[in-house]
């Protein structure tokens, strides 16, 4: 495959209206990457892009032999069967299917990845809507794509292919990675082209979360380890404390047994010392009675007791030296008990020291952590104000995709309408083009044939088969007429039956006067005229609703008229028994109210110059805060007094439709709140509550929280079918 150079990526078929849009676009260098080859389209591409190349390639969402779906539209080709498609496009037929070498996204994307001239791609437009979340997909995982500032993503209004997502989803997938919806290009609104950015701070914010991961791990890793050390040194130092205590205990023991047994060798010295005393004491005593004494026996014996004593005294003699060396050797073995001692002593003093410095090193640890959770909380400051900044972005967003699905809702009816009627007037002009160019062919028929009837009028054989020809001919005529005819005919009963809808509904306001002028959808205003007609309230309360109060006050306006010239006619018996509600009585038929006292004063003025005013009375209520359950508060009309005393008036089985208009959603603000205010204020009657406008995504809830607050209150209620609301009867 030749190299190619390209800083904007475009893949799938070439539309004009996607290079008008693309034109603003200063890309340098272009890749267009297209299932077919066509010279027209190319040469206009090249004029917006003077520096696009192209590569002819048909794409899949994997590479292989698949296959191919192509059919009478060509720019609808794909790698996957249709399915919405066919809804979108009635007329759109498959040509064939046949197997075909496709190239998967993956594999061509990693192709030019490897391509040395292939610079940092910036924008990338997918134009082929099956593709979408497969490329969608690679992004996500080839870092090289990163970068990538710009998307622009045709999609259908439903899944046209089999296997697509919604465009709900692929929104979602865009703005988890950093992408926000900046325009719908929809000149084809069952085919719209999504434009995204990427947000400026993306890459910042994903730098600062692997910071912050990164910086957290470390932390914990150093933590643990740190705790590891401390717990194995102090294990250590503990079982060698406890074997240096259990040696001091033993020389403690052995010098205390030592100096026992010194002390009793001792005593026992002083003992023999004293006795050897005594005995020299004694031996001195005898030698003086030996000189005095001249007996010679008595000199023996004392001699005798003299060598005994002498010999008692060598005797105690010895034992005294021998006493005396043990006392050496015990004092010698308490010294070196005493030396042991202090051995341990210092083996102690060095031991606490070592416990001090990992005392010390864990404080510097978890110092230099605390450092660490300082630095991860400063990231987290960082990418909480990006994500706020985000998610505002977000918000607007969704403010304005909420006004241009409203918008694009109510466009797509007329569009519709319109093209349907189109549509069937260039059938009919087409079928009455055919038909008239039969009629000229049988006229030119019809004149040949009488030129020839002029020429043989004498041949009554001849004229007798023209005749016949001719009868034929014109007995053809009347068919295709009659065909024709038929074919006119259906479409002016279609447009009559359709015109005739229409002015039913107008009809049905009217009852002889002019119409009421109505935004609302015809399907709303047949269904609620049913309803008001089938159920027949007994008083009908109307929060920000001015078309809706006009067009119910026609129908009472109408009624009351038809009653009374029924009445004036005679066919109505007894009536001096009818009563006529005061205008001073509370409630009207009607109870109009608006939250504006400029509106209030704009649909006063209107129900007077259309003479409505008799049946309804109109009440400023100003928005106010209310209390809610999942919220702490939520905005509703001002209205507890009017219903405080519209409950008063009524009885307790009496028969309330209430109607809330979009008023508050087009403000941003939810309706929700209205089902508790309402079962506060009237307890007792019967409640038909219609919510017009069914798409706001502020209420996507309304229905789940509503069944859960009657499932509360044990109320019996039934949702009704009103078209395009959310509509409730709540029994009394």
């Known amino acids: 495959m030749p190299t190619t150079r390209a800083n904007f990526l475009y893949i799938g078929p070439i539309r004009p209206e996607t290079l ?6 200063k890309a340098e260098h272009a890749l267009f990457i297209t299932p077919l080859e066509n010279e027209a389209q190319w040469q206009e591409v090249q004029e917006a892009f003077p520096h696009a190349s192209q590569q002819i390639i048909k794409l899949a969402e994997t590479s292989g032999e698949l296959p191919y779906y192509e059919f009478n539209l060509p720019e609808f080709n794909a790698s996957q ?10 007329g759109l037929e498959l040509i064939e299917s046949a197997k075909q070498p496709l190239v998967g996204v993956e594999a061509q994307l990693g192709e030019l990845e490897k391509e040395t001239e292939v610079q940092e791609i910036g924008a990338l437009v997918v134009e082929q809507p099956e593709l979408v979340w497969p490329v969608l997909q690679v992004l996500a995982n080839n870092q090289r794509y990163q970068h990538i500032k710009a998307l622009w993503l045709r999609v259908g209004a439903v899944p046209l292919y089999h296997g697509m997502p919604e465009i709900d989803e692929i929104l979602t997938w865009c703005q988890e990675h950093g992408f926000e919806l900046q325009a719908r290009n929809e000149d084809d609104p069952d085919l719209p082209l999504l434009q995204l950015t990427r947000h400026a701070y993306y890459h910042r914010w994903q730098e600062e979360a692997k910071r912050s991961a990164k910086l957290a791990k470390q932390l914990k890793i150093a933590q ?3 705790e590891q050390q401390l717990a194995k040194q102090a294990t250590e130092q503990a079982e060698s404390l406890k074997a240096l205590e259990q040696r001091e205990a033993a020389s403690q023991k052995r010098l205390k047994d030592s100096e026992e047994q010194l002390h009793q060798q001792h005593s026992k010295y002083e003992q023999l010392q004293q006795k050897y005393k005594k005995l020299e004491q004694q031996l001195a005593e005898q030698q003086k009675l030996a000189n005095k004494s001249t007996d010679d026996r008595a000199v023996k014996e004392k001699e005798a007791q003299l060598a005994e004593l002498q010999k008692q005294l060598n005797q105690l003699t010895e034992e005294r030296d021998t006493l005396k060396k043990q006392l050496n050797q015990s004092l010698k073995s308490s010294q070196q008990h005493q030396k042991e001692h202090e051995e341990i002593k210092q083996q102690l003093e060095e031991t606490q020291q070592k416990l001090v410095t990992l005392e010390q090193q864990y404080q510097d640890a978890e110092h230099a952590g605390k450092k660490a959770q300082k630095k991860i909380e400063e990231g987290s400051e960082v990418v909480k104000g990006l994500e706020a900044e985000l998610k505002k972005q977000q918000v607007q967003v969704e403010n304005l995709q909420e006004g241009l699905a409203a918008r694009e809702e109510e466009r797509d009816k007329y569009k519709s309408y319109f093209a349907n009627r189109k549509k069937q007037h260039e059938e009919a002009e087409t079928k009455l083009a055919d038909t008239q160019q039969m009629l000229n062919e049988k006229d030119a028929t019809i004149h040949q044939l009488n030129g020839q009837l002029d020429a043989l009028q004498h041949s ?15 007995s053809e005529q009347r068919t295709y007429i009659q065909q024709t005819t038929n074919v006119l005919g259906q479409h002016v009963t279609r447009s009559a039956l359709q015109q005739r ?3 039913a509904m107008i009809n049905y306001l009217q009852y002889g006067q002019r119409p009421i002028s109505t935004k609302l959808p015809p399907s709303y205003v047949t269904a609620l005229l049913e309803h008001y007609d089938t159920h ?4 009908v309360v109307i929060f920000g609703a001015a078309e809706t109060t006009e067009l119910l006050a026609q129908r009472i306006i109408n009624a009351r008229a038809e009653a009374n010239r029924i009445g004036k006619s005679g066919h109505r018996q007894e009536t001096h028994k009818e009563v006529t509600v005061s205008h001073d009585d509370l409630p009207q038929t009607i109870i109009s109210i608006e939250h504006n006292k400029a509106a209030c004063e704009s649909l006063k003025e209107s129900l007077n110059n259309k003479r409505l005013s008799p049946a309804v009375n109109v009440v400023s209520a100003p928005w106010v805060e209310c209390q809610t359950v999942n919220e702490p508060v ?3 009309y001002a209205a507890d007094t009017t219903l405080q005393r519209l409950n008063q008036w009524l009885p307790e089985n009496a028969r309330i439709l209430v109607i809330v208009g979009e008023t508050l959603p087009q403000a941003g603000h939810s309706r929700e709140i209205v089902l508790p205010l309402l079962l506060q204020q009237l307890r007792t009657q019967r409640l038909d509550i219609v919510i017009e406008g069914n798409h706001f995504p502020q209420e996507s809830e309304l229905v789940a929280q509503w069944g859960e607050l009657l499932q509360t209150r044990q109320r019996s209620a039934e949702w009704l079918t009103l078209s395009t609301t959310y509509s409730l009867r709540v029994e009394g």
């Open 20 to 25: 008008a849009l693309l034109s603003h676009n």
């Open 81 to 90: 069967p249709a399915s919405g498609l066919y809804t979108l496009y009635p």
């Open 224 to 226: 643990q380890e740190a």
């Open 460 to 474: 009554n054989e001849r004229f007798g088969q023209l005749e016949s020809k001719l009868e034929s001919l014109f």
């Open 501 to 503: 809808d229409e002015q």
């Open 536 to 539: 027949n309230p007994d008083v």
């Open 634 to 636: 939520a905005l509703f």
